[in-house]
């Protein structure tokens, strides 16, 4: 391959990872075509790039974005699911496509800008609920006592109209 070639897929992959929330890295061979199809199809509605990268970019590419202690736990062939807009997206869509569809893929790990997370760390973060269902909580938490006081007056009001 030639070093433009080479220079050429080291800056896609920087261009990926600038200012992403998160990332998964995948093991993909061995994965029927229309398995990971089917993935690349749900990681695309979430707005998360799925890359096959070559391990020797992908390392290169993250030294120079400074992510150098995440790129010494790429090893094999992997694939990698970068998310910009919701830091446990990646996670949970790969997370519940393995589990739902049953295909024989791996979770390598993922990485956070400042940290990189092993399978497991990976799993529990898929857990976690969304952003948007994060903010319905909050706002049922601040809402729960302000209806518990309606209704408590409510009642008041009906016991005094009834006597």
């Not at 992403?20 to 093991?27: G, H, L």
């Not at 029927?32 to 992908?58: A, C, P, Q, W």
């Not at 049953?102 to 952003?131: R, T």
Request: with cysteine; hydrophobic share 40%.
């Amino acid at each position: 391959m030639r070093k433009s070639v080479k220079a050429e897929k080291i800056s896609e992959i920087q261009q990926c990872l600038t200012g992403f929330q998160s990332a998964v890295v995948t093991t993909y061979q061995g994965i029927k075509t229309s398995d990971l199809v089917g993935l690349r199809h749900k990681l695309r509605e979430n707005n998360i790039e799925y890359k096959v990268v070559k391990n020797t970019f992908v390392r290169r590419a993250m030294k120079e974005l400074g992510y150098h202690a995440h790129s010494e736990n790429i090893d094999g062939p992997v694939a990698i699911a970068v998310g910009h807009e919701d830091m446990t997206a990646p996670m949970k869509v790969v997370s519940d496509y393995i589990e739902k569809s049953g295909i024989n893929m791996e979770i390598v790990g993922g990485f956070l800008p400042e940290q990189w997370l092993s399978a497991d760390d990976v799993k529990v973060y898929a857990k976690l609920p969304s952003k948007e269902q994060s903010y319905f909580m909050i706002a049922y938490l601040f809402q729960a006592p302000m209806r518990g006081l309606a209704i408590a007056l409510n009642k008041v009001a009906e016991q005094k109209a009834a006597a």
